[in-house]
């Protein structure tokens, strides 16, 4: 039996893009198709086989050391982008504003599918999930330069809205349009999570 299982789950690309510079902005640039390496995106500030630690794995690493990059692309669900435009009282929010690598739909929940969940393109590139994003401020400062008066609003309305993290586990091409099946780890949840996270 294999680790990881296909699902009856697809999901539609609606969007992609990368962010060219991370140091001027979290805003990203759209495309109509990328073609991923195991670097990630082409021309993604977020890229490469590996990355300064951040404050998400505080209690790992002191922040800055060198560690593996599995926070090459930021994937978000069309469903859960529209959730939080609402609950903040937009009309919308712009995939470019959140800095998102890709946006899909079809995946109910998408911010909680386990972890080294898999998404799998008709080329054959494979999408490999870390872990639920959690919202911070940046995009927050992107939305207010778009709607003054809505960035606040962000953080707090993308709670378990924020998507997931990912890295390319295997390269091809993605595409707007491309539907994308969901595979998942054949585990069951681990019964100590909750005493652990106590302790």
Same mark, same amino acid.
């Given at each position: 039996?294999?680790?990881?299982?296909?699902?009856?789950?697809?999901?539609?690309?609606?969007?992609?893009? %990368?962010?060219?510079?991370?140091?001027?902005? #979290?805003?990203?640039?759209?495309?109509?198709?990328?073609?991923?390496?195991?670097?990630?995106?082409? $021309? @993604? *500030?977020? $890229?490469?086989?590996?990355? *300064?630690? &951040?404050?998400?794995?505080?209690?790992?690493?002191?922040? $800055?050391?060198?560690?593996? =990059?599995?926070?090459? #692309?930021?994937?978000?669900?069309?469903? @859960?982008?529209?959730?939080?435009?609402?609950?903040?009282?937009?009309?919308?929010?712009?995939? +470019?504003?959140?800095? *998102?690598?890709?946006?899909? /739909?079809?995946?109910?929940?998408?911010?909680?599918?386990?972890?080294?969940?898999?998404?799998? +393109?008709?080329?054959?590139?494979?999408?490999?999930?870390?872990?639920?994003?959690?919202? &911070?401020?940046?995009?927050?400062? /992107?939305?207010?330069?778009? *709607?003054?008066?809505?960035?606040?609003?962000?953080?707090? !309305?993308?709670? =378990?809205?924020?998507?997931?993290?990912?890295?390319? /586990?295997?390269? $091809?091409?993605?595409?707007?349009?491309?539907?994308?099946?969901?595979?998942?780890?054949?585990?069951?949840?681990?019964? %100590?999570?909750?005493? !652990?996270?106590?302790?």
């Amino acid at each position: 039996m294999p680790a990881l299982t296909p699902t009856s789950f697809t999901a539609r690309i609606t969007w992609l893009g %990368h962010v060219p510079d991370r140091t001027a902005s #979290l805003r990203a640039v759209s495309v109509d198709h990328v073609d991923a390496t195991l670097d990630g995106f082409p $021309g @993604e *500030a977020h $890229g490469g086989p590996t990355r *300064a630690s &951040c404050v998400r794995v505080a209690s790992q690493y002191p922040e $800055g050391t060198t560690i593996r =990059n599995v926070r090459q #692309l930021s994937v978000l669900s069309a469903e @859960e982008l529209a959730m939080t435009a609402q609950e903040m009282g937009l009309d919308a929010i712009d995939p +470019a504003w959140v800095g *998102a690598s890709m946006v899909i /739909e079809g995946i109910p929940e998408f911010s909680k599918v386990p972890p080294s969940s898999r998404l799998m +393109a008709p080329s054959g590139a494979g999408i490999a999930i870390d872990m639920e994003n959690r919202p &911070c401020i940046f995009p927050g400062k /992107e939305i207010e330069q778009e *709607a003054a008066g809505f960035g606040r609003l962000y953080k707090p !309305a993308a709670k =378990n809205r924020r998507g997931v993290t990912a890295w390319v /586990e295997f390269g $091809g091409r993605l595409a707007v349009g491309d539907v994308l099946t969901l595979h998942v780890p054949d585990q069951n949840v681990w019964s %100590h999570l909750d005493a !652990a996270r106590a302790g």
